[in-house]
């Protein structure tokens, strides 16, 4: 099956589908930090996690959520016309805060002009009863999306990156969510230490069985600053090269439910903390290459079109 030239259904594809046109993210930061580095857990986060809170790309956080919203339209629309936004808090964990705080600044971002949908990424232990209820409300409003990062279902690597719950705790969280109407997107990662291409189409078997609706597909970045960099150094572990990367990924969509949406195949970590794999710095060019790659397999199905391999800027 072809969603829109693509063996796979693409955010993009989907949004186009609800909404009619292209969306676009604007990354925000609410001003917010995570019980793995707040002392509840733990002080240095998890292993891979830059100082950024995996929100390196994330508006500055000294501006209003406001500001921040309108500072990135500008700049996109500077390029494009675009009317139809997501709200993305993406650094830290975005509901590791006061119900009435994450009300206020998630109410102020859905009231934003072009704001279609609010996507919040946390973490599946930090969903208390009453910050449900304030995203259960919200999602009357406006479609709320809740990125939950499981990373992997095995609890020997899970200990091994100081994640610090276990599955049951994310299996409870989709519940829940689910149960208030709330979209759940899980945030999966290629290439822990340790974990084998079986391994992680293990955890793709088992997010087919739960109740998600999107799922990201996250290269594992070495960043500086990061104790995966001294890991790194002193290990010297193996990372993914393109093309054994693109190789797990294409089996990955391949046992993936089709209705499941792919939100990321990749991702391009910052280019002053990259270590490795280099390769990966340019997005780009790795959803190219991947696309390509599917037509050499003759994966993709009916007529090829030149412009079906251009990778979309979701």
């Keep these: 099956m072809l969603w829109d030239g693509k063996p796979y259904h693409s955010l993009d594809y989907e949004m186009k589908h609800r909404y009619g046109e292209k969306v676009y993210r604007l990354t925000l930061n609410g001003r917010m930090t995570c019980p793995n580095r707040d002392g509840t857990l733990g002080s240095r986060g998890c292993i891979f996690c830059s100082a950024g809170g995996s929100g390196d790309f994330a508006a500055s956080a000294k501006l209003s959520i406001t500001e921040q919203i309108n500072q990135q339209k500008h700049i996109i629309l ?18 590791y805060a ?18 279609v949908a609010i996507s919040i990424a946390t973490r599946p232990d930090c969903l208390p009863e009453d910050v449900l209820s304030v995203l259960e409300k919200l999602n009357r409003r406006i479609p709320v999306w809740v990125e939950l990062g499981l990373q992997t279902i095995h609890e020997q690597t899970a200990e091994f990156i100081r994640r610090g719950y276990p599955l049951s705790c994310f299996e409870q969280a989709v519940k829940n969510l689910r149960s208030c109407g709330i979209e759940v997107i899980t945030h999966t990662i290629l290439g822990l230490p340790g974990e084998s291409g079986s391994d992680i189409l293990q955890t793709v078997d088992y997010l087919n069985h739960m109740d998600i609706q999107g799922i990201k597909l996250q290269l594992l970045h070495v960043l500086k600053g990061t104790d995966l960099a001294d890991y790194y150094y002193n290990t010297g572990f193996p990372v993914f090269t393109m093309e054994e990367y693109i190789d797990l990924v294409i089996r990955c969509i391949e046992r993936l439910s089709p209705e499941i949406v792919i939100h990321r195949l990749t991702g391009d970590g910052p280019g002053n903390l990259l270590i490795a794999p280099t390769w990966s710095a ?3 060019s790795v959803l190219n290459h991947l696309h390509a790659e599917f037509k050499r397999r003759e994966t993709w199905q009916g007529k090829y079109e030149k412009e079906g391999f251009l990778c979309q800027n979701l």
Excluded: D
């Design 78 to 95: 500077q390029k494009r016309p675009v009317r139809c936004f997501i709200a993305y808090f993406q650094a830290y964990t975005n509901t």
């Design 98 to 115: 006061p119900a009435e705080y994450l009300e206020q600044i998630f109410t102020e971002a859905a009231e934003a002009p072009g704001i």
């Design 282 to 284: 340019s997005k780009r």
